[in-house]
């Protein structure tokens, strides 16, 4: 098999790398007075995955190599649509590449749900000072929001941050 096969097989998952700013925090506050909110600048960082093999493997790499808490529920969306994959949902031995497509990229996405298992929203695990943050927020909600029986998409400002929360209409 040929590199240059070998690299069609690709794709990026951007996130926020959260155990080196913790670090970098650190360092800064025995040194220097801690910075202001607005002067910390969050960069996304990426990881290069190959998603030809079984899910678990990819989930367990995942965790491995970004440091996500493994009692945290994420799942994978695409950048350029807002498609979460649901990859949790799929047989731990089926290929990801069920789900994913080769030169892609995704982010990871937290899921939270109510008692009941319903989704109450998405964050994605990016830098929410980035472009990217804001585009793929603006995805989702444009996604989900034209749905009338489905979530609804709700922004709402906090400390000069967007967050997105997702409300089911059906059930008030």
């Not at 996130?15 to 007075?33: F, G």
């Not at 937290?110 to 695990?125: A, I, K, N, T, W």
Request: hydrophobic share 35%; proline share 5%.
């Amino acid at each position: 098999m040929s590199g240059k096969g070998n690299t069609e097989m690709f794709c990026i998952i951007q996130y926020l790398d959260s155990t080196q700013d913790e670090d970098k925090d650190e360092t800064i506050s025995m040194i220097h007075p801690p910075p202001s909110i607005t002067s910390i600048k969050e960069e996304n960082k990426e990881l290069l995955i190959n998603p030809n093999c079984p899910v678990q493997i990819l989930l367990d790499y995942i965790y491995e190599k970004i440091g996500i808490d493994k009692t945290i529920e994420y799942d994978i969306c695409e950048v350029d649509t807002a498609e979460l994959l649901n990859i949790k949902d799929l047989s731990p031995t089926s290929y990801a590449t069920a789900v994913m497509k080769p030169k892609q990229t995704y982010v990871l996405v937290s899921v939270e749900r109510d008692q009941c298992g319903q989704v109450l929203g998405y964050e994605p695990l990016l830098g929410k000072q980035t472009k990217l943050w804001s585009d793929v927020v603006v995805r989702i909600k444009k996604r989900f929001g034209k749905k009338s029986t489905g979530p609804k998409v709700m922004l709402y400002s906090s400390y000069n941050l967007t967050t997105i929360f997702w409300v089911n209409v059906n059930k008030w």
